[in-house]
């Protein structure tokens, strides 16, 4: 004799049943594909670098982690004078970026895309009192090497205000540019173009 399922057990087992597939709800926007994730992405130590003696100062440089943009601490040496001088800060500030990662840093998942032949200059005439002359236009960079240099100039002292904008320009004539280091660059630095705008 076939027994027959009450209908009532089957809406009784349903949510067991759904919640035994392993689908997750999630709230993350796909519009760029999945989302990132920042295992690792950690280094050992004390958050801040303290300032020490001898002309050396405490940065951060914003390094490559699971495709996002991540600051790590690191430690630039000036003599006496040239933390005020805002083109050698961004000339110690690019050799940083152009570094490669530490072993333990390697060991985080840190990488950089900025190449050791990147080099920095201060304004040609014309050019706003802030600007930043780079080697090669922004625009042939890769987007994370650009986006790592946007984001690592515009959180320190090389712009002229505390805001999250930087003033760059290439070798050739054409005008510098503002760009801005937004959030959604330094979560999607290979997918979200440096928002940009021309100076007037």
């Known amino acids: 004799m076939t027994r027959r399922v009450r209908p009532w057990v089957l809406v009784g087992l349903a949510p067991l049943l759904l919640a035994g597939c392993g689908i997750r ?15 690792g992405c950690s280094l050992s130590g004390s958050d801040k670098v303290e300032a020490q003696a001898g002309g050396e100062f405490p940065v951060q440089v914003y390094l490559v982690c699971t495709s996002q943009l991540v600051t790590v601490d690191r430690t630039i040496t000036l ?46 005439e014309g050019d706003p009192a802030d600007a930043l002359r780079l080697n090669a236009p922004p625009a042939d960079l890769s987007p994370y090497a650009l986006a790592q240099v946007i984001c690592t100039f515009a959180n320190s002292e090389v712009t002229a ?25 330094k979560a999607r630095p290979g997918l979200i173009p440096a928002p940009t ?3 007037n």
């Open 79 to 124: 003599e006496r004078g040239q933390s005020s001088d805002r083109v050698v800060v961004a000339r110690e500030l690019l050799a940083q970026l152009a570094a490669a990662p530490s072993s333990e840093e390697k060991t985080a998942g840190y990488t950089t895309d900025v190449r050791s032949t990147l080099k920095v200059s201060g304004p040609r």
């Open 161 to 185: 205000e505390d805001d999250e904008h930087v003033i760059l320009g290439g070798p050739e004539d054409a005008a510098p540019r503002e760009y801005t280091c937004s959030e959604a660059l």
């Open 25 to 39: 709800p999630t709230e993350v926007p796909t519009d760029f594909g999945a989302a990132p994730t920042r295992v």
């Open 197 to 199: 705008r021309t100076l």
